[in-house]
């Protein structure tokens, strides 16, 4: 079993930035990659960003070149630092550590007002 908290989500203005935090515990030995997803009312859960253990990230093509995901394997916590945020960038953002299952946070809201 893997456990994710995250934390870091809140309200900002277009333009603003924000830096959500997950924090793993219990059997990281199986995570092989880690990353973030969202899911806006009405929507589908889509991808944002991944990250394997080295670092090898990848992004929705939404979100290149404004968010930067990383991962400190000595804290066992993943980040996901959000620039420029636009209105459409308003969701519940969820971490998920993948391996031989597939683990979930329990999400935190992202609210970009215009």
């Known amino acids: 079993q893997v456990q994710l908290v995250e934390s870091g989500g809140g309200l900002v203005q277009a333009g603003g930035s924000l830096r959500l935090s997950c924090a793993a515990s219990g059997s990281i030995f199986s995570i092989i990659r880690m990353g973030w997803y969202r899911q806006a009312p009405g929507n589908q859960r889509e991808l944002v960003a991944t990250?394997?253990?080295?670092?090898?990230?990848n992004y929705a093509d939404s979100v290149k070149g404004r968010f930067t995901i990383s991962i400190d394997t000595a804290k066992n916590t993943v980040y996901l630092q959000m620039n420029s945020l636009k209105p459409e960038d308003t969701a519940v953002y969820y971490c998920?550590?993948?391996?031989?299952?597939?683990?979930w946070g329990q999400g935190t809201q992202v609210t970009v007002s215009s």
């Open positions: 990250t394997t253990r080295g670092g090898t990230a």
């Open positions: 998920n550590s993948a391996g031989v299952r597939s683990y």
